[in-house]
């Protein structure tokens, strides 16, 4: 049973007993609510601590009141672009270029969940949503606090582990809705009254506001950060040949190949060059880093001195010839038909001479082992390619790396080449982009798109193994990645969960803020009475469905087009 089969055993075990806990009524007993598998575990502890905060009443109410300019931008912005995605996929239609189904399509990458959102890694996930969810409730909770509107509970939200907390406000305080009183509960302390249009307001913005700064805050010290860390090399042994030198002398994948003798190796090209002057039988020291440690490993050449070289596939698209022709990531194309590759000019120079439907033979190196170093795939039928109108060519369905990759058997191991020194430079200009949309975009979609459509997840995994911190982060050793990794995603997930939140519908807090607006812009226009709340929540509620339906159209548009 592999690890993920185990994670689904414990939670579903974790489930049935909340449930079994629920119909028993001792979560009630204890004051938890269980919301299917998340438990809301509530106290009245900490009301202390909130009328500390809550003291500086002019600074919250300034800080929430800047907040409502940037909701408002923030709603504008939101439903612009949820307008624009689906003219943009109506459009495709027309033209019949809807993408193909894929993860940038996929309802679970819709949501910041941990775990279910594959962009968003796990465990630096959970520590963000944490933060975020605990910033943007707690805020909530101080203005309610300096508004005079009751907070009856605070705690944390648990789904196994926690993922967050809350605080919970008097609703017919803030927001006028009637609650059933039960026998058993306490009166309140404090005096029963309702918050008026701008306190409401002011309690609402106030969690948005809060995620802005945070991820402020989060994104300064990130960039910041950068300059602490520096690239090790940018080539790295991608494979090791069973049974080769290399192999027997203990080099592994993802060590940063740095040098050959004493010959610098910083390019797979280099790599290329000297490998092929290599004879066998010569004494070669490879100079390697692993995990920031410097390894110098000496072994003697074998008697096969071939090196081949050619397009690293990085990625395989979903749905595509190269998927139902076995086609994997990490594999070499260095041959299609009778046409070597050697270059990404060679390859991108072929498929545009391809016609949708011909059937092609691809050699790749699959670095597997001794016996099936190099694969061939034959009769693989292209399909039309689907990103340009009125398109021709075939379509294999292959991203590639745009180093490329090669292997030497007369060393017995495989490289790819990564521009880590060229990637930690865009990274730190980020910021001097931001005076465009293009810098917002890059931003914006840093996780999901990354600067070369790879997704950039931080300083973890494979990708840290290209750097290593200098000065004063020295000491920290990979803690210095932590820090990175952490800063990054509290700062985009509490930068998306406050746009988020800026929608124009309930129940975000942009549904009740907008509400609130167009109620004030009615009351001037036909005056203050139930009619105009009537009508300001009608109107609520057609952009809350018409946002709704938007996301659902986004999400079942390309499986429509494509098929389920």
Not at 85 to 109: C, H, L, W
Not at 304 to 319: C, H, K, W, Y
Not at 502 to 512: E, I, K, N, R, S
């Amino acid at each position: 049973m592999n690890s993920t089969n185990i994670v689904l055993l414990v939670f579903l075990l974790y489930w049935l007993l909340v449930m079994f806990l629920d119909r028993r009524g001792i979560l009630s007993k204890y004051n938890i609510t269980a919301y299917g598998p998340i438990l809301m575990i509530r106290t009245t502890k900490g009301q202390g601590f909130l009328d500390r905060l809550a003291v500086h009443k002019r600074f919250w109410r300034t800080f929430a009141n800047i907040g409502l300019p940037a909701m408002l931008i923030g709603m504008l912005a939101m439903f612009i672009l949820v307008l624009f995605i689906d003219y943009m996929m109506i459009k495709s239609f027309q033209a019949q270029t809807v993408p193909v189904p894929g993860k940038f399509n996929e309802p679970r990458n819709i949501f910041l969940i941990p775990g279910i959102n594959e962009y968003i890694p796990f465990y630096w996930g959970i520590i963000a949503l944490i933060i975020t969810l605990v910033v943007h409730e707690f805020s909530h909770a101080i203005l309610c606090k300096v508004e005079g509107i009751r907070v009856k509970s605070m705690g944390i939200l648990v789904a196994l582990v926690p993922i967050g907390g809350f605080a919970e406000p008097d609703d017919e305080q803030l927001l006028g809705k009637k609650e059933e009183k039960k026998e058993a509960e306490a009166v309140p302390v404090e005096p029963k009254k309702l918050a008026t249009r701008s306190e409401r307001v002011r309690v609402l913005t106030a969690g948005v506001m809060a995620n802005f700064v945070t991820a402020f805050i989060a994104f300064v010290l990130f960039f910041s950060l950068l300059g602490s860390i520096s690239p090790v090399g940018d080539v790295m042994v991608t494979s090791v040949v069973p049974g080769y030198p290399a192999d027997l002398a203990g080099v592994k994948p993802n060590m940063i190949l740095t040098g050959i003798n004493d010959k610098d190796v910083n390019t797979a090209h280099d790599f290329i060059f000297y490998a092929k002057t290599l004879e066998p039988g010569n004494n070669v020291t490879l100079h390697l880093t692993e995990k920031g440690v410097k390894k110098n490993i000496n072994m003697v050449v074998a008697a096969t001195n071939e090196t081949l070289a050619g397009v690293r596939i990085s990625e395989v698209i979903q749905g595509s010839p190269a998927e139902a022709a076995g086609l994997k990531k990490g594999m070499i194309i260095v041959k299609i038909d009778n046409t070597e590759i050697k270059e990404l000019d060679d390859f991108i120079n072929f498929m545009n001479s391809t016609t949708s439907g011909q059937k092609v033979d691809v050699n790749l190196l699959s670095n597997s082992s001794v016996n099936a170093r190099m694969e061939i795939f034959s009769n693989i039928t292209l399909s039309q390619y689907p990103y340009q109108n009125d398109a021709k060519k075939g379509f294999l369905g292959v991203s590639y790396s745009p180093e490329g990759g090669a292997i030497s058997y007369s060393i017995g191991v495989g490289i790819g080449q990564f521009p880590a020194a060229n990637y930690l430079q865009v990274l730190k200009k980020i910021p001097s982009y931001l005076t465009g949309i293009a810098g917002w975009a890059l931003l914006f979609g840093l996780p999901i798109f990354g600067i070369q459509g790879e997704g950039f997840p931080g300083f973890s995994g494979v990708l840290a193994n290209f750097y290593e911190p200098t000065g004063w982060a020295v000491p920290l050793g990979i803690g210095i990645f932590w820090i990175l990794n952490i800063l990054l995603w509290v700062g985009w997930m509490n930068f998306y969960a406050g746009l988020f939140n800026c929608l124009p519908a309930v129940p975000l807090d942009g549904g009740h803020v907008f509400r609130d607006v167009v109620a004030s812009s009615l009351s001037r226009v036909i005056g203050n009475g139930e009619k105009v709340d009537k009508l300001a929540n009608s109107i609520v509620v057609l952009f809350a469905v018409l946002i709704l339906m938007s996301f659902v159209f986004i999400m079942i548009a390309p499986y429509a087009a494509h098929g389920f």
